[in-house]
């Protein structure tokens, strides 16, 4: 095998071995360390193949939005109606999110970051293919606001920075449904918690974001 080939190789297992601790663990849970001995290498290796943890992150990332680019495209309907089509692909995007926590914790680990100092972060290359993974996955988002438009049933000015909103919103409902407790104030000065049933957050969202549409004239 080619030195090219065997450092490809070496990568691969590396993100792999990236996902996996994420999956079972959580993203703040998983150490370079850990990752190492999962491959059977030493740490200073994965710094050969990334230029720092946010790097990997972000690598990794790239995984999750390609396997949920194919979730998308598999729960859309184009000749569906346009609404039944935006509702159907949000609650398709947070049963993944609700599937798959680490994705959501890895997503929101970068987005906290300034982009500026991503990019001091991360490489080019790699900033590239997060870019086009994310695109990708908004693309379904961009096409059916389209059609919403050209039905009329939508009033969207830009449909990517809607697309882009959605994104980042679902991320934080996420965020409730993975705590599973709401706050509210039951007596005066008294705050009381209240179990959060996934479903009606669902709807919730859904209705929200056919409501958002509807209405973001310019």
Known sequence: MAVSERRAERKRRILE??????DERGVRDAQIEDIARAVGINRAIIYRHF???EELFAETLVGYLHELDRTLAAADDPTADPERRLQDITGTFLDFGARLPAFVDCAQALLRRRGEELMEEVSQRVMIDLGLAMTSCLHHVVEILDAGVA????SVRDPNLLANIFYTQALGVLNLATLQLSVREENPGLPAVD???FDEVKQLIATAAVAMARGTSG
């Open 195 to 197: 179990s959060v049933p």
């Open 51 to 53: 230029s720092g943890k």
């Open 17 to 22: 071995a990236t996902r996996t601790l994420f």
């Open 151 to 154: 039905t009329q049933q939508f």
